[in-house]
């Protein structure tokens, strides 16, 4: 069997099919190939041939499962739970009662009016999302998906009117080939796929990567770097800007702030992981 699929693959005629129209039968098995693409098969197929391992360990797993880590490495997968700092979401680790303002929040506003994420960014949640921003590799996405359905059975569901990815630069974005905040949009929120739109906001400046930098440098790093593409599409809107990882908060309150200069009613911010620092 898999012979024969790496075979159409390649578009090679397997044996069996010798002897008949070449041109029809080369036409017959692509199309045959893409309906099978697009079925539920073929993942099926791909958990035979490629059986499913541990994202933070690599140990392999028994059967399909929604969440792709091992018992030991699940243990350290933190979903983010109440109380937490009602603007930037920051956990209060080991309190109870209800959520309030942390001290950074008390002091300083941030331009969007709520942040939420799924996780922790820590190990061995900090790999997977390594492997998929930098490698490419997407075998994570299930996983981050199932987790934030299971997040979302404890938090209110987001209402946006338009769900924005944090856009990168367009030299950025060739380099590696896709970005993370748009598919990870798609993944997170596919019952809200019409309403996404990876185009009105367009990162104009290309700026060095915020990695490294300090809160402040972060900040001044991605000053004026964004700008909106059709403000009419914004106006009076209710906005989720989705991101991979919330580390200072910096890229998106600069995103809320130039959405809000379009006069976006509201900007909510909600990414997969969240590092607490
Ligand atoms: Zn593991
Ligand atoms: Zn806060």
Redesign the pocket.
């Known amino acids: 069997m898999p012979t024969i699929i790496i075979m159409f693959l390649l578009n090679e005629r397997p044996p069996a099919l010798e002897g008949r129209p070449f041109i029809k039968e080369r036409i017959n098995i692509r199309d045959t190939m893409n309906n099978f693409l697009r079925t539920e098969l073929w993942p099926a197929l791909l958990d035979i041939l490629f059986p499913l391992s ?6 392999g797993l028994q059967g399909r499962q929604e969440i792709a ?2 018992p ?2 699940l243990q350290d997968v933190r979903l983010l739970r109440e109380p937490f700092c009602t603007t930037c979401g920051k956990p209060f680790d080991g309190a109870a009662g209800e959520n309030h303002l942390c001290s950074y929040c008390l002091k300083n506003a941030w331009n969007f009016k709520e942040a939420r994420a799924v996780v922790r960014y820590q190990p ?1 949640v900090t790999e997977a999302i390594k492997m998929f921003k930098y490698q490419g590799k997407m075998h994570g996405l299930a996983t981050f998906a199932a987790l934030t359905r299971q997040y979302f059975r404890h938090q209110p569901h987001p209402q946006p009117d338009l769900i924005i990815p944090v856009p990168l630069h367009v030299k950025r974005l060739r380099q590696r080939g896709f970005n993370q905040a748009l598919v990870l949009c798609k993944k997170l929120f596919p019952y809200y796929k019409n309403n996404i739109d990876a185009h009105v906001l367009e990162r104009h400046i290309g700026t060095q990567p915020q990695t490294g930098l300090n809160s402040a440098e972060r900040c001044r790093n991605v000053r004026n770097a964004f700008m909106v593409r059709g403000p009419e599409k914004v106006k009076n809107r209710r906005i989720l800007l989705v991101d991979d990882v919330f580390t200072t908060g910096a890229t998106v309150n600069e995103c809320a702030r130039t959405l809000l200069r379009s006069q976006a009613s509201e900007v909510n911010v909600f990414t997969f992981a969240r590092a607490i620092i």
């Open positions: 541990c994202l933070g360990c690599s140990t880590y091992c030991s490495c061995p």
